[in-house]
T-cell receptor, first 110, second 112 residues
Framework: TQLLEQSPQFLSIQEGENLTVYCNSS?????LQWYRQEPGEGPVLLVT?????EVKKLKRLTFQFGDARKDSSLHITAAQPGDTGLYLC??????????FGKGNQVVVIP | NAGVTQTPKFRVLKTGQSMTLLCAQD?????MYWYRQDPGMGLRLIHY???????AKGEVPDGYNVSRLKKQNFLLGLESAAPSQTSVYFC???????????FGPGTRLTVL
């Protein structure tokens, strides 16, 4: 059973369009991290959300943590080809490790 | 600062062969992790370490062993490789388990 479910698994959009991807769980997390992974590389942290209801912005990327701290969303405004990648969410568990979702593969077509 | 480095970057093994993957970090992090990434499966934790001389099992530890003799190094061993261990392996390190994990570039392993 996957602790964190990410949807959609794959999303292809045209440059300039907006998109939203989701990370959901039945468990409560003390914090949640979003990473982006480009082909042939390791994941790189984008943001950490800690407080329920928290919204963080990183240029055209907006991250929201659900009020109950069980889910999160990532919204990209006016997507660009450089946004192409695998977006991974990871929840902090109490046993010294992160639980990763399977990822949202985003492809932005020029 | 090199961050997290992994060697080798690519390796092909025959079934039953053994090998060791080396991970090194220069950030003085206490925590280190080994993950495998397979299509459609996401990142799965194999083993991790919370400090020099310690190791612990993750989600998929069978068939792997690890050692953390020095704080900066975390070794992943495969004693008898199997085709099911064909994967991309990532090492990561962090200051604490709630903190940012810094990943290496990965090792692509194929077991024939």
């Amino acid at each position: 059973t996957q602790l964190l479910e990410q949807s959609p698994q794959f999303l292809s959009i045209q440059e300039g369009e907006n998109l939203t991807v989701y990370c959901n769980s039945s468990s409560v997390f003390s914090s949640l991290q979003w990473y982006r992974q480009e082909p042939g590389e390791g994941p790189v942290l984008l943001v950490t959300v800690v407080t329920g209801g928290e919204v963080k912005k990183l240029k055209r990327l907006t991250f929201q943590f659900g009020d109950a701290r069980k889910d999160s969303s990532l919204h990209i405004t006016a997507a660009q080809p450089g946004d192409t990648g695998l977006y991974l969410c990871a929840g902090v568990q109490g046993n010294n490790r992160l639980a990763f979702g399977k990822g949202n593969q985003v492809v932005v077509i020029p | 600062n090199a961050g997290v480095t992994q060697t080798p970057k690519f390796r092909v093994l025959k079934t039953g062969q053994s090998m060791t993957l080396l991970c090194a970090q220069d950030m003085n992090h206490e925590y280190m992790y080994w993950y495998r990434q397979d299509p459609g499966m996401g990142l799965r934790l194999i083993h991790y370490s919370v400090g020099e001389g310690t190791t612990a099992k993750g989600e998929v530890p069978d068939g792997y062993n690890v050692s953390r003799l020095k704080k900066q190094n975390f070794l992943l061993g495969l004693e008898s490789a199997a085709p099911s261990q064909t994967s991309v392996y990532f090492c990561a390190s962090s200051r604490g388990f709630r903190d940012t994990q810094y990943f290496g570039p990965g090792t692509r392993l194929t077991v024939l």
